[in-house]
DNA sequence: CACGCTATGTTTACAGTGCTAACACAGCAT
DNA sequence: ATGCTGTGTTAGCACTGTAAACATAGCGTG
């Protein structure tokens, strides 16, 4: 599309183009319909259907990259955390993530996603797991399983108040404060 | 509608009709539409449109009921929490709220919502209010903005994990001792 | 009582959506 | 060269939210 006129009646590669043209809709916050993708894409409407099976699966291969980007930011630089206060950089770069690229993160985890032996499952699967290694490797006395939920609610939960307005709007440094503090205070607190 | 076959040309109290007909179809599932409302309380597809501006106002009129539900469920039985394991049942009654009733939670949560003035804000404010109070309350000491945020993080967090089938799928009962784990394990680590 | 105003409901219409079905062309294997 | 398969296109359906124009019911006022 860029450089040379696609020549051909085909479009080559079609399918990663969709993707990406998604994901950038995305990232931009421009409403996200299955039509407008193909639209962006310089295709028709219903090319997309050869290469999804329908709106929910273009949706699931989004989340699937939105799992990667996620696993990648949380262990980039850092090792396993090795302190509560590793585990808070954790959360904050969690939420950070949440607040960065607000629509992928509603595709990730907005919806029931039941499917059985989807890749997308997997993918939330290797994030949850990491998630419990992290937990387990600072606290390796307590409850693996329960404080693994507990540390993922925690934070999942911070990036969706935060997300939904529900916690009054603040800068991005303002609110890795108020996750590290959170997140500090709960593991802190045990009288 | 029930007793009485509508003699008049006008309905004598649509909007509450609407509001009642729309609760009982996102308690029953199926699914919501301005349109879908009208039909089912046989009413032309737009007469919603003289009682609500929008989509968006009807789903706002609802989220409100359901922060008022909440926070009655939250507040019924128990006075303020006096321990740890009181805030355990606070998430749990949380939790199970949400799972109880997952499209209206849906309703409430799952918008930026940052309508300036509207009721709406006052009743998500409420909430947040209640479970400051408790947590202050439990724990004097602590910062308790920090701690409101995580206390709700926490609770909200596992609330859409389990929504969203994040977190292996299970009983009421499963859910709730999870819960509960989750929120005496982080609260009881603190080394 | 007649008149008209306003609140509330209806009809019609438009643009947008997901999706299916029928068609068309490119390029490969035969 | 011939035809099959993969990939794209066009048409069309049922649905959505929303706006505009129309209609009526029932009240307040002359």
């Not at 407008?36 to 990259?65: C, I, M, N, W």
Request: hydrophobic letters at 45%; one cysteine or more.
């Amino acid at each position: 599309m860029s450089t040379l006129e696609k020549s051909s009646y085909h479009h080559g590669d079609l399918r990663a183009a969709l993707l990406s043209t998604a994901m950038e809709m995305l990232e931009n916050g421009e409403p996200f319909s299955l039509r407008a993708v193909a639209r962006q894409a310089g295709v028709s409407p219903t090319a997309p259907y050869r290469h999804f099976k329908d709106r929910d699966a273009l949706e699931s291969a989004l989340a699937v990259e939105g799992f990667r980007d996620l696993l990648a930011d949380l262990g980039s630089g850092r090792g396993l955390p090795a302190s509560a206060s590793d585990l808070a950089e954790f959360a904050v770069a969690y939420v950070a993530f949440a607040l960065r690229r607000p629509a992928l993160f509603g595709v990730m985890f907005g919806k029931p996603c039941d499917d059985a032996d989807d890749e997308r499952v997997k993918a939330a699967d290797a994030l949850h797991a990491l998630l419990a290694d992290a937990l387990d490797h600072v606290f390796p006395d307590a409850d693996a399983s329960a404080l693994a939920s507990a540390g993922w609610g925690l934070a999942h939960g911070l990036a969706c108040l935060h997300l939904d307005g529900k916690l009054r709007a603040m800068s991005e440094e303002e609110v890795a404060d108020r996750v590290r503090s959170a997140f500090l205070a709960i593991t802190s607190v045990g009288s």
